[in-house]
T-cell receptor, first 115, second 114 residues
Framework: AQSVAQPEDQVNVAEGNPLTVKCTYS??????LFWYVQYPNRGLQFLLK??????LVKGSYGFEAEFNKSQTSFHLKKPSALVSDSALYFC?????????????FGTGTQLKVEL | NAGVTQTPKFQVLKTGQSMTLQCAQD?????MYWYRQDPGMGLRLIYY???????DKGEVPNGYNVSRLNKREFSLRLESAAPSQTSVYFC?????????????FGNGTRLTVT
């Protein structure tokens, strides 16, 4: 079985400071890893994905994530947070071989960026 | 380009009532999914359809049925609603079958069962 853990329910950061939202995963074989963002009363929007190759993945709105196979982690980062980044963030994993498209999501981390 | 459209946006049901949640995508995607979102539990897969004419159970299928009406439409039916089915329901779609494409989500249906 595959699983995702987002250990922090909420992350608070001041605008202009760097932010990190943590994610660890468990899956048999090689993972496909995703980050999605959800704004109030909206569906999830894709931010970035790791499929293979470079461990540092760059995505939308200045976000990036680092894949660490030994630590089974895929933390989301941004060098300088904006108030508009405040939202709910989900990490998700699927198996690369034979996993189809059955994503398993974490429980989400609420990011709050304050002035 | 509307993407994934879900109707209705909001619904209140009484225990035992039935309803169908509608979902349509205009991106010519092969695969479609129904998730439910509950506080503190993330998104859980109810049913999915890898292609037109096929459907499979996800993590939490009990109490639900689905129909892949054609390539565009994938509906979710609650035959006898229960308070435990109070949730936000999301439909999603994606192009391929290899697992490396991102999902495209609708804006959700907020269902309350009293």
């Amino acid at each position: 079985a595959q699983s995702v853990a987002q250990p922090e329910d909420q992350v608070n950061v001041a605008e202009g400071n760097p932010l990190t939202v943590k994610c660890t995963y468990s899956v048999s074989g090689n993972p496909y890893l995703f980050w999605y963002v959800q704004y109030p009363n909206r569906g999830l929007q894709f931010l970035l994905k790791y499929i293979t190759g470079d461990n540092l993945v760059k995505g939308s709105y200045g976000f990036e994530a680092e894949f660490n196979k030994s630590q089974t982690s895929f933390h989301l980062k941004k060098p300088s947070a904006l108030v508009s980044d405040s939202a709910l963030y989900f990490c998700a994993v699927s198996r690369s071989e034979g996993g189809g498209n059955k994503l398993t999501f974490g429980t989400g981390t609420q990011l709050k960026v304050e002035l | 380009n509307a993407g994934v459209t879900q109707t209705p946006k909001f619904q209140v049901l009484k225990t035992g009532q039935s309803m169908t949640l509608q979902c349509a995508q205009d991106m010519n995607h092969n695969s479609m999914y129904w998730y439910r979102q509950d506080p503190g539990m993330g998104l859980r897969l109810i049913y999915y359809s890898a292609s037109e004419g096929t459907t499979d159970k996800g993590e939490v299928p009990n109490g639900y049925n689905v129909s892949r009406l054609n390539k565009r439409e994938f509906s979710l039916r609650l035959e006898s609603a229960a308070p435990s089915q109070t949730s936000v329901y999301f439909c999603a779609s994606l192009q391929g079958t290899g697992g490396n494409s991102p999902l495209h989500f609708g804006n959700g249906t907020r269902l309350t069962v009293t």
